[in-house]
């Protein structure tokens, strides 16, 4: 049996898979492609050595990347949606029809081409006539907005590497200028196992910025650590409350799921105090 | 550098760890008991391939094994904990001051031995003058007690192996036997990811015997699949609330990581009807 072996430097755990066919190899502008066949996962995308998407699981994360804050939201209309080249959080997000444009920022086109041609159930959604591809740098392109967009979502790969601009104050100052006064915004913020200095310093950066932080988790078998955190800001709406029915179909949100995931307030404060003794 | 690759046949994903020294290698009379050291870690403890605990994270296991149902118990004195050689999980058992006595059963006694020499902040309590350790099989232990006993925890290896006695409906019946009329039962029940078809099985064979039945998870990372669950039963009480305030010290359990644990109820019946699409 053929062998992927991950290429995350960050984790302590390396994780290994079983290739039943190597479908496709390209070293893009950017990074590394590559997409397998396993026999369990189906397809799997994986950039510069680290699994970003399996045909199986994909959903977990994408719906709980988009939808918790779609909800929290009154009527989210106008969404950028930066990284993700796979197409999974688009797919997601024009789900709501509430929602009229999705910018859809992602800095290399040839992910979202391998995802057209191999993953066509997530990406499903890119050519919605709602949704606008840009091939750019999501933090230059927010710089471009002032006060009209209702929820940025950041799908990029792990905080290292070329995605490091969008986890900056600078990056988090312009999204809160591109925003609507009831606007949001999620990101991915790594594993509470295993990077939970990075989870503080995330929401640390995003509290100087926004007057309403707060953090939530999903179980993701495919990302190393795991427990895989989403960091979100609001300008004025509680990020735990839900707005709107859950009309949406989805395999895993769910109302109940969305008040499950964000963290128990004392849990919430040892973690940020570092006081969570692993 | 040397690497550990994880023998697990029911993960879809390989773990890897890497290993700065091999500490400790013996067969014993029912398995290969490994320990190592790992750079992250700390000591391992690894058998018939499967890491059972490490020193750095093994209290998530065995705290959310033992605190919910000792919280849920008005007032838990006749313990059995069948399995758990290392010692950790007795050592949360006994932390519980209305603890008379532990029935501590091993089947193999060399792994307590190994959790002594290696991991003593994990052994620390099974020398406790409540604990009783006898190096039998916990199936015909059960047996032997008749309507005297408050919890029942099992801490065996995975449902596959030796330990399949633990999971079958006449030890289920032979636990509700050995207990009083406000019993209660925990077993460790695999992962919701990788082994759902098992998670309901064991549910099912619980329901054939108990009025009540519940299930919560928690996140582990070194056990593949992660999103590890606890199946949970009780001729009475509810499983869900908590009895006496939470005095004990914990790392991760507490009450409102309780309510957090248990599956909620839409997400339950959905996972029971095998409706979730994963």
Chains 1, 2 share one sequence.
């Not at 707060?214 to 650590?225: E, H, M, P, Q, R």
């Not at 979100?232 to 735990?240: M, Y």
């Amino acid at each position: 049996m053929i062998k992927f072996f991950e290429k995350d430097p960050y984790a302590p755990i390396q994780y290994v898979y079983d290739v039943s066919e190597v479908l496709y190899q390209k070293k893009s502008k950017f990074q590394d492609i590559l997409v397998i066949q396993n026999p369990y996962f189906g397809k799997m995308l994986i950039l510069d050595g680290v699994v970003q998407i399996t045909e199986r699981d994909e959903f977990f994360y994408h719906e709980m990347l988009v939808h918790p804050l779609m909800h929290a939201h009154p009527s989210p209309q106008n969404v950028i949606v930066i990284g993700g080249g796979d197409g999974g959080t688009v797919r997601e997000v024009v789900k709501h029809e509430t929602v009229k444009k999705v910018f859809f920022i992602e800095i290399d086109e040839d992910v979202i081409e391998t995802s057209k041609r191999f993953f066509p159930s997530v990406a499903c959604s890119v050519d919605d006539k709602r949704v606008e591809i840009k091939c750019m740098d999501g933090a230059e392109f927010v710089k471009s907005r002032q006060g009209d967009i209702d929820i940025v979502i950041v799908d990029s790969t792990d905080i290292i590497g070329f995605a490091k601009s969008l986890f900056t104050v600078e990056f988090f100052k312009n999204v809160k200028d591109c925003l609507t006064d009831e606007g949001m915004f999620v990101t991915l913020s790594e594993s509470l196992h295993f990077h939970k200095e990075m989870v503080v310093e995330v929401q640390e950066s995003m509290k100087l910025i926004f007057p309403i932080v707060d953090l939530y988790s999903a179980n993701i078998a495919t990302y190393a650590g795991n427990w895989w955190t989403f960091s979100c800001a609001s300008k004025k709406h509680s990020l735990r409350d839900i707005k709107r029915p859950v009309t949406v179909d989805t395999k895993i949100y769910s109302e109940e799921i969305h008040h499950q995931a964000f963290l128990p307030k004392t849990f919430y404060e040892r973690l940020m105090k570092g006081k969570l003794a692993w």
